[in-house]
Structures are given as structure tokens and as C-alpha cells.
């Protein structure tokens, strides 16, 4: 049996190998091992628990919540809000533990488990072993008084959540600072149909919402920051400023410009880092990226002054590396966006309303702030039937990307990624050109299929 914890939490197909009987042992164990030593040494610990609308949530929840009670941890039940909402609450109500249901961009069928350990913080994989580790041990079960009590307040921690995130707009805008813009919002029929058009409003915005009806079903559906597409014409049809897109738990956001053009993760990255540095904000003056963010970004970064980082892919490499070196800005190109000094995770929301309000502060419409992070064109070609495992280690493979990247300069790059679950060799390759792009990954794939061939 493979190890329970994967790079985000507990995931799968719900009902299936996300079970309740799953869900309400993990609980249990995260109690012992987040707890604060449990309930059995005196200490009471307390939990908050939320989810997204997938129809799964509900038993899942359910299971969740009698886990970590029957374990003595009092609960508050905020119901449906973004996963950055239940890490905010997790470190605002100072509790022991937060635990949210969701498989974020995922399909609908499929649901997971991930938890927050005091202050908001995603768990380290030392803590969720321990965890996976106390699954299904003894343990002296609270009786009586002893046992965790659930409270529901889902109208009043939105209502929280929503709060803070408006209270992050720079002080120089006001708190209607985003007024005067109209802001088209795809909420992906996911757990921030509430929480994202509030936000918005609140701070000011007109606000033009899409998919903002989940039924339990819908989630991710043709829609959200998977499916550009519905948002584009929104906008378009609307007049809109700028458009926003999240997935189905809001820890993602992409945008779309007044004319329907894709803004994605890099470009928000670059118009947010620029910002912070203008404002004398951006700790070390520094953006931390993953290898898969594009070199324009990299490059725009080197002219305005601002060094980039760069990690494995993954937000947790991303967040490991803004800890480890003090920055307080990093993301993926995906819209996962991490911004350090008003949250512990990504946070789709937050990053709408930090784009919104660079466009308000700055008097320039979105398209103009993206143009200045150029993508460069980037070819990812994805070889199969190969030994992943030589990729990094064959001779001749090695020689064929040095000489690649002799070729292209300071202007390309190349990327070689074996992938951690297939037999799959990834090629990216970027370049000023795409004609050149392309015939350079064509000719290194071939290299991987003739080197690293089954």
C-alpha cells in the first residue's frame, strides 16, 4: 500500500478510495497528533472544519467532524468556503487544527482531505506520516463532558473570511478602492460562489458573477479556472475591465483582460511582484517561481530589478522556499499564487483583489500590465514508454540538452522532467521563436525515445 498522503492531502475518488470510514480514522489520528497531545492530558483542542459544494462533502464532512469529536476536539463548522478561507480561520480562531474537504480543480466525483496545523500552515510529510502512522491504533476514548462539541457557523466565518480579504487592499485606495471597475467573476460553481462576489463588491468593484450556482454536481464543470472560455465571453459581452477565474476550492486564480486575453499565473505573479517592489513591499526584492513558469517571466523580473527563485513544481516547494529564505510573494503559473503577508496558502480571492487593485492604483487597464511579462513561446511534447528513470542520468541524453541550450541562449531554455507516476519523459522547451521551440523539442524527444526506449 502506497503511502495516504499525496502532494496535496488525502485524495480520490469519493465514496470510493475516499471512504467515510477513511475520514473519520484520519480524523481521529490528526486529533492525537495536531491536538496538542489530545484531550487526554488536560488540554481541550479545537478544529475547524470546512468544505466545497461537491455533493461528497457532506458525508465526507459529516465524517470528518464526528472524528474529531468522538477524539474530544470542539469543532466549528463553517460549511462551504474556500480552502485559504479555513486556513485564515484556522489562524485567526488560534485552533489546534483545520481540516478542509476538497479535490480542489479536480472533477466531481473525485473529493479529498487536507489539513492545516496551528496558525494555518499546511503539514509538513513528517506530520502527516505521523499521522498515517497512529491510523487504527488503540486509544482511550473521551466519555461524558469530555467529548468534542460542534458549533455551525458558516454566515458568520464567510463574513470573517471576507473581512480580512478587503482589508488587504493597499491603504492608498480606501475601502471602496476597487470602485469604478467592473469585474467579470467565473466561480467555477465552486466554494467561492459566495465568498469571491462578496469580496468584490465589498471592496467596491461592479460585479458581473458566472457559475455561481453549485448543486453539488456542477463543480469544475466546463467552467473556472480550467475552462477559460465561459469567462472570456463574459467579459467581452459585458464591458468588463478584467475577469477572474477560480477552481473549485478558490485557492487558484487566472484572469482574462477587457478583451477576452488570457492573463495567467506568471503574468499575475509579475504584475503583483512589480507592485510590492513599488511600494518598497517585496521582501528581497524577489519572486519565487517553479521551472515550469515561463522565461519571459524571468526575464521581465531581471529588468525591473526583482531576482526570481525557482523551485520543483508543486506549491509546497513553493512555500518551502518562501519560508527558507524570508520572501513573501511566489506562485505557479497555474494561478496558485502565494502572497505571504496576509495568508499561509494560496489564495485565489486575495490575488483577484490584489490584481484589481494594481489596475485601480495604477490608472493602467490590465492588458497594458500583462504586456510587460511577455510569454515566450513554450513546446511541452510528453514521450511515453521510456525509462523516466535514465532521464536525468544518460550520457548521451545530457549531451543532445547542453548542446540544445548552447543553441538557444539566454533567450530559450530547456526543461527535462521525468515524470513521478508514468513512464512518461517531459520535454519543454521555450525560445523567442516558436518555429524554433518546436523543432528543438521534436529533436530532443526523439533523443529521449532512441536513448530511453523500453
Known amino acids: 500500500m502506497g503511502r495516504l498522503f499525496g502532494t496535496d492531502g488525502v485524495r480520490g475518488v469519493a465514496n470510493r478510495d475516499v471512504t467515510a470510514e477513511l475520514a473519520l480514522d484520519v480524523s481521529v489520528a490528526a486529533a492525537h497528533v495536531l491536538g496538542s497531545s489530545g484531550a487526554f492530558e488536560g488540554h481541550r483542542p479545537r478544529a475547524v472544519v470546512g468544505r466545497d459544494p461537491r455533493a461528497s462533502g457532506e458525508f465526507l464532512s459529516a465524517a470528518v467532524v464526528a472524528g474529531l469529536a468522538s477524539a474530544g476536539v470542539d469543532v466549528v463548522d463553517v460549511g462551504i468556503l474556500p480552502t485559504p478561507g479555513v486556513a485564515h480561520l484556522t489562524a485567526a480562531l488560534g485552533v489546534d487544527l483545520g481540516v478542509m474537504l476538497s ?19 499546511k503539514l509538513p510529510d513528517d506530520v502527516e506520516d505521523a499521522i498515517e502512522q497512529r491510523m487504527g491504533e488503540p486509544w482511550e476514548r473521551p466519555v461524558g463532558a469530555a467529548v468534542g462539541r460542534i458549533v455551525a457557523q458558516p454566515a458568520a466565518s464567510e463574513e470573517r473570511y471576507v473581512a480580512h480579504l478587503v482589508s488587504t487592499l493597499p491603504a492608498s485606495l480606501g475601502a471602496d478602492g476597487l470602485s469604478g471597475l467592473r469585474i467579470a467573476v467565473d466561480c467555477a460553481n465552486g466554494a467561492a460562489s459566495e465568498a469571491g462576489p462578496a469580496a468584490l463588491r465589498a471592496a467596491g468593484a461592479d460585479v458581473v458573477v458566472i457559475n455561481a450556482s453549485p448543486d453539488g454536481r456542477n463543480i469544475n464543470e466546463k467552467c473556472g479556472s480550467t475552462h477559460m472560455e465561459p469567462l472570456r465571453a463574459a467579459v467581452v459581452a459585458a464591458g468588463a475591465d478584467l475577469g477572474v477565474a477560480f477552481d473549485g476550492d478558490a485557492d487558484r486564480c487566472l484572469a482574462v483582460d477587457h478583451t477576452g486575453a488570457l492573463v495567467d499565473g506568471d503574468q499575475i505573479m509579475g504584475i503583483l511582484a512589480v507592485a510590492l517592489r513599488e511600494r518598497g513591499e517585496l521582501a528581497h526584492d524577489t519572486l519565487v517561481t517553479t521551472v515550469m513558469s515561463n522565461l519571459g517571466l524571468t526575464l521581465a523580473m531581471a529588468e525591473a530589478g526583482i531576482r526570481t527563485v525557482q523551485t520543483a513544481v508543486g506549491d509546497r516547494y513553493v512555500l518551502e522556499a518562501m519560508r527558507a529564505g524570508g520572501y513573501d510573494l511566489g506562485g505557479e503559473q497555474s494561478g496558485h499564487l502565494v502572497i505571504a ?21 495604477s490608472g493602467r487597464m490590465l492588458a497594458e500590465l500583462a504586456s510587460g511579462i511577455p510569454r515566450l513561446p ?17 550520457p548521451a541524453l545530457q549531451e543532445a540538452v547542453a548542446a540544445a541550450e548552447a543553441r538557444l541562449g539566454e533567450t530559450g531554455r530547456v526543461l527535462l522532467r521525468p515524470s513521478g507516476t508514468e513512464p512518461v519523459v517531459r520535454v519543454m522547451v521555450e525560445a523567442q521563436e516558436e518555429a524554433t521551440a518546436e523543432a528543438v523539442a521534436a529533436e530532443l524527444a526523439e533523443v529521449v525515445r532512441a536513448r530511453l526506449a523500453l
Open 103 to 121: 479535490a480542489s480543480h479536480n472533477p466531481m466525483p473525485d473529493n479529498g482531505i487536507k489539513f492545516f496545523a496551528r496558525g494555518g500552515h
Open 341 to 361: 503577508r496576509h495568508a499561509t496558502t494560496g489564495d485565489g480571492i486575495l490575488t483577484a483583489l490584489q490584481l484589481a487593485a494594481r489596475v485601480a492604483e
Open 378 to 394: 513554450q513546446v511541452l511534447v510528453n514521450v511515453t514508454g521510456v525509462d523516466r528513470a535514465r532521464a536525468t542520468t544518460d
